[in-house]
């Protein structure tokens, strides 16, 4: 059985961070400096999946009770479509509840039905579209939610 490890991140994992951030979204302005803020903040909130050891993935987080935004999610290509995006969410979920966060926000580009189907067993909805969000491509970004008492604000 693989055995993994979820903790929060630390400033040494940043170059670590940076060659999976690089190789999975090419067209990333995340830089060294922003994870680093994102550690050292108190509204950041960033923990990272470990594989004997190595990093394999990460999920950065901007947490202003009762919300979060995930600003950033990531598995090493080689690792992905194996649960372990699944993993660290579900982690992550834990902890959230016991913050008393009531709402989960985050955007997804329209073509990443990986992610979009991600979101979706774990209970988001498309709430609004960003027209030409991502400026790469000039590709729509879909804004999800999760609301965790179920019900959608009026
Ligand atoms: C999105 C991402 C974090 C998911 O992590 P992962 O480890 O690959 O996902 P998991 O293996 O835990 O898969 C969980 C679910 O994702 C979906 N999924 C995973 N691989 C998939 C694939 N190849 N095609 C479609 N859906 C897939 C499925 O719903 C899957 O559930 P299932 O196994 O019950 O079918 C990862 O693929 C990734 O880093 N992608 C590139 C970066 C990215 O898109 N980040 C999110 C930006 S908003």
Redesign the pocket.
């Known amino acids: 059985m693989t055995s993994t490890r979820v903790r929060a991140l630390i400033e040494s994992d940043v170059p670590d961070i940076l060659k ?1 951030e690089y190789s ?2 090419p067209h990333s302005t995340w830089t060294s400096n922003s994870f680093q803020t994102c550690i050292r903040s108190k509204s950041g909130y960033a923990y990272g999946i470990f594989l004997k050891r190595k990093l394999i ?1 990460y ?1 950065v987080l901007h947490v202003i009770i009762p919300e979060a935004h ?1 600003v ?6 080689e ?11 579900s982690y992550i979920f834990k902890k959230l509840k016991k913050l008393k966060i009531k709402s989960i926000f ?4 329209v073509s ?10 774990f209970n988001f909805k498309p709430i609004m579209i960003r027209n030409k969000y991502y400026k790469n491509n000039n590709e729509d970004g879909v804004v999800m939610a999760l609301f965790f008492n179920g019900l959608l604000p009026k």
């Open positions: 999976i999975v979204f993935g999920i995930i950033n999610f990531a598995v090493d290509m690792y992905q479509s194996q649960g372990f995006g699944q993993e660290l969410l985050l955007e997804v580009r990443n039905a990986k992610a979009i189907s991600l979101y979706k067993k």
